[in-house]
């Protein structure tokens, strides 16, 4: 069974065109060094699908939707001690932090602020609006999915 998720990037770092620029529109989704998040990783399978948010952005928004072409493996700029995400604790054998790679899938034609995801009375307990929720990876209800989509559809 197919499990939703929502996946964080700040637009100046690598944003969802970035990703439709990327080479075959996928790549690996690296660098989440929140235990929580990466369980949330771990979790992810191939097929799953996951909302893309520009983060840090004005305004910050939902802005498309990728897909789970790889499930996680062990991220290996945690042992490259030139990385920014380098770990001195983590090693191949025994990986303390995992990536998964994603594919492009599409973007909307109206990104879909905060204040537009807070109307919508399906989203009040998503994780994404919970007061102070600021996890990278986050899971995504079968109901808010399918709210985030139909809101996509009618901003069109």
């Known amino acids: 069974m197919s499990q939703y998720w929502l996946l964080k990037s ?9 990703l439709a ?3 075959r529109q996928t790549t690996c989704w690296e660098g989440v060094r929140n ?7 771990c979790a992810m399978k191939r097929g799953d699908q996951a909302f893309f948010y520009h983060s840090n952005a004005d305004p910050p928004a939902i802005v498309g939707v990728v897909e789970v072409v790889k499930a996680s493996y062990p991220d290996h700029y945690a042992f ?11 090693t191949p054998e025994a ?13 909307f034609t109206a990104d879909l602020t905060l204040s537009a995801l807070r109307s919508v009375s399906e989203l009040h307990e998503m994780e994404l609006l919970r007061k102070g929720s600021r996890l990278s990876v986050q899971p ?7 709210a985030i989509l139909r809101l996509a559809r009618n901003a069109s």
């Open 140 to 146: 995504v209800r079968v109901h808010e999915w399918k």
């Open 95 to 107: 990986s303390r932090w995992f990536m998964v790679d994603v594919k492009y899938v599409r973007k």
């Open 10 to 18: 700040e637009p100046k770092t690598f944003s969802i065109d970035d």
């Open 21 to 23: 620029a990327s080479p």
């Open 80 to 90: 490259d001690s030139n990385s920014r995400y380098y770990d001195s604790k983590s």
């Open 35 to 41: 235990y929580q998040a990466r369980n949330f990783l």
